[in-house]
T-cell receptor, first 111, second 113 residues
């Protein structure tokens, strides 16, 4: 079972910030939070990951709460090309090197 | 360009036939993975390998087999024992370690009739 909970779908207006929430209340101290996205019929694309601190790269920002039980992925200026399924994943560090993908959040960016 | 290639993108087979899906990476990654994705679902792990000549079963290994004879190659065979083989198959690779992301190939869509 996935260790994360995400809303099944969200809408965002083009040009606005998209804030995608994720709950991971059972996360362990050495587990990372990863975000991927998948555009229809393509392989998932890595976005960002973090352990405790907030992270930012050219694609997005990751905000992790102080208790690490939830996080938010922020796409600062969403475009139509950001329409995809977004997966929040807690890295199961003691099970090989594997990721557990849940159903994710389907983000629709609207013109 | 470094990356992961999967071929072919679309594959059609008759029921009862084994079929092998190709996955090659030139990223010099030690670990490689196979996932299966059904419509509207997340990814499910079939097999993974952390080193040449070694691999481990994932959550849904029944009806599948793999080999890892070379670091850069991790082919997946879908056998006739797999009851519902029609799906989208994704290969990934990564550096070993929890802090490293997986890189995914473009996927192969297998249809068995």
């Amino acid at each position: 079972d996935a260790k994360t909970t995400q809303p099944p779908s969200m809408d965002c207006a083009e040009g606005r910030a998209a804030n995608l929430p994720c709950n991971h209340s059972t996360i362990s101290g050495n587990e990372y939070v990863y975000w991927y996205r998948q555009i229809h019929s393509q392989g998932p694309q890595y976005i960002i990951h973090g352990l405790k601190n907030n992270e930012t790269n050219e694609m997005a920002s990751l905000i992790i709460t102080e208790d690490r039980k939830s996080s938010t992925l922020i796409l600062p200026h969403a475009t139509l090309r950001d329409t995809a399924v977004y997966y929040c994943i807690v890295r199961v560090a003691n099970y090989g090197q594997n990721f557990v993908f849940g159903p994710g959040t389907r983000l629709s960016v609207l013109p | 360009d470094g990356g992961i290639t999967q071929s072919p993108k679309y594959l059609f087979r008759k029921e009862g036939q084994n079929v092998t899906l190709s996955c090659e990476q030139n990223l010099n990654h030690d670990a490689m993975y196979w996932y299966r994705q059904d419509p509207g679902q997340g990814l499910r792990l079939i097999y993974y390998s952390q080193i040449v000549n070694d691999f481990q079963k994932g959550d849904i290994a029944e009806g599948y087999s793999v080999s890892r004879e070379k670091k850069e190659s991790f082919p997946l065979t879908v056998t006739s024992a797999q009851k519902n083989p029609t799906a989208f198959y994704l290969c990934a690779s990564s550096i070993l370690g929890a802090s490293y992301e997986q890189y995914f190939g473009p996927g192969t869509r297998l249809t068995v009739t």
